[in-house]
Nanobody, 124 residues
Framework: QVQLVESGGGLVQAGGSLRLSCAAS????????MGWFRQAPGKEREFVAA????????YRADSVKGRFAISRDNAKSTVYLQMNSLKPDDTAVYYC?????????????????WGQGTPVTVSS
């Protein structure tokens, strides 16, 4: 089992940047595929970005391509979401998720473990 703790959220002006971190417990972090999702008030949870266990493959939602990047440091058991050129539409609670697997995964139901979320607010 793995426990996930997100950090790095906050209030930022449109056009600004934030870097989210997700720290995982356990010694088998490198065997987990990781993903970032977000949920705005009144909306369903949506996929943002995903990365394979090795970090060699990533995938991002169209809405964040060119602005967000996902990466991981297996030595630190941490996955990151670098968010640039933020827009008010990016306002949401951001969650990281984990599952064992050899590929990347983009559906919430694909994941077994979730963090508690970190809020991001982008002001116009």
């Amino acid at each position: 089992q793995v426990q996930l703790v997100e950090s790095g959220g906050g209030l930022v002006q449109a056009g600004g940047s934030l870097r989210l971190s997700c720290a995982a417990s356990g010694r088998t972090f490198s065997t987990y595929a990781m993903g970032w999702f977000r949920q705005a008030p009144g909306k369903e949870r949506e996929f943002v970005a995903a990365i394979t266990w090795s970090g060699d493959l990533t995938y991002r939602a169209d809405s964040v391509k060119g602005r967000f990047a996902i990466s991981r440091d297996n030595a630190k058991s941490t996955v990151y979401l670098q968010m640039n050129s933020l827009k008010p539409d990016d306002t949401a609670v951001y969650y990281c998720a984990a599952r064992r697997g050899t590929y990347y995964y983009i559906l919430p139901r694909d994941y077994d473990y979730w963090g508690q979320g970190t809020p991001v607010t982008v002001s116009s």
